[in-house]
C-alpha cells in the first residue's frame, strides 16, 4: 500500500497573498492530480500532471500555478487569495491517466481572511 | 462539459436498513466510479464500472449502470454506522478526466 501525505493541513492567509500546497505520495504512480471542494460539493479538476515535469490544465486553472519537479511530490499555489476564500484543496494520483482508481490525500483546509 | 449528478442531497436509513443511491450524467463516458468520502478524509473509491457493463459488486455493495437512461445506482445492503458519509458518483470522459457530482450525504441512525 502507499499513502498520499498533504501539508499543511490547515492554511489561514490574507487576501492577496501567495500559497503554496505541497503533496507527496510513495505509491510510485505517475499521475497526479489537484481538486478544489467546496463546502457540499462535488470535486473541481485544477491540475494534473502525466509524468515529471508535465503540467496539465483542468477546468478551475485560473487562478493557480503547479509544479512537478519529482515524480513523488506536486505542490499547487493560489497566485493571489481571493478574500472569503474557503475550500478544500484535495491531491491525488493514480498509476497512469487511463488507469481509473484515484487515491486521494486527506486534504488541505484554506481559508482566507 | 459533462455533469454527473446524484439524485438526493441527502438519504437516511436505520442500521441494518438496504439503502440506494442515484446518478445521473449527461453525454457517453468509458467509466463511471463511486466513491465515498468521510468527514475530513479525502475521497476512496467503492466501485468502477465500465460502459460496456450492467454491473459490479463489491462486498455489501452493488453498483449498476444503464447507458440507455445515463443513470446509475448504488445500493448498500445490510447497513452499518460507519458508512455514514458521502457518496459521489464520476463519470471518466474520453480525455480520462473525472466529473464529479455534487454527492449525497448518507447518514446510517443506530
Known amino acids: 500500500g502507499g499513502i498520499i501525505t498533504q501539508t499543511p493541513k490547515f492554511l489561514i492567509g490574507q487576501e492577496g497573498q501567495k500559497l503554496t500546497l505541497k503533496c507527496q505520495q510513495n505509491?510510485?504512480?505517475?499521475?497526479m492530480y489537484w481538486y478544489r471542494q467546496d463546502s457540499g460539493k462535488g470535486l473541481r479538476l485544477i491540475y494534473y500532471?502525466?509524468?515529471?515535469?508535465?503540467?496539465q490544465k483542468g477546468d478551475l486553472s485560473e487562478g493557480y500555478d503547479a509544479s512537478r519537479e519529482k515524480k513523488s511530490s506536486f505542490s499547487l499555489t493560489v497566485t493571489s487569495a481571493q478574500k472569503n476564500e474557503m475550500a478544500v484543496f484535495l491531491c491525488a494520483s493514480s498509476i497512469g491517466i487511463n488507469q481509473d482508481t484515484q487515491y486521494f490525500g486527506p486534504g488541505t483546509r484554506l481559508l482566507v481572511l | 462539459s459533462q455533469l454527473a449528478e446524484e439524485n438526493s442531497w441527502a438519504l437516511s436509513v436505520h442500521e441494518g436498513e438496504s439503502v440506494t443511491v442515484n446518478c445521473s450524467y449527461k453525454?457517453?463516458?468509458?467509466?463511471l466510479q463511486w466513491y465515498r468520502q468521510k468527514s475530513g478524509k479525502g475521497p476512496a473509491q467503492l466501485i468502477l464500472i465500465r460502459s460496456n457493463e450492467r454491473e459490479n459488486r463489491n462486498g455489501r455493495l452493488r453498483a449498476t449502470l444503464d447507458t440507455s437512461s445515463q443513470s446509475s445506482s448504488l445500493s448498500i445492503t445490510a447497513t452499518r454506522c460507519e458508512d455514514t458519509a458521502v457518496y459521489f458518483c464520476a463519470t471518466m470522459d474520453s480525455n480520462y478526466q473525472l466529473i464529479w457530482g455534487s454527492g449525497t450525504k448518507l447518514i446510517i441512525k443506530p
Open positions: 500532471s502525466i509524468t515529471e515535469n508535465d503540467l
Open positions: 453525454t457517453s463516458i468509458t467509466a
Open positions: 505509491f510510485n504512480h505517475d499521475t
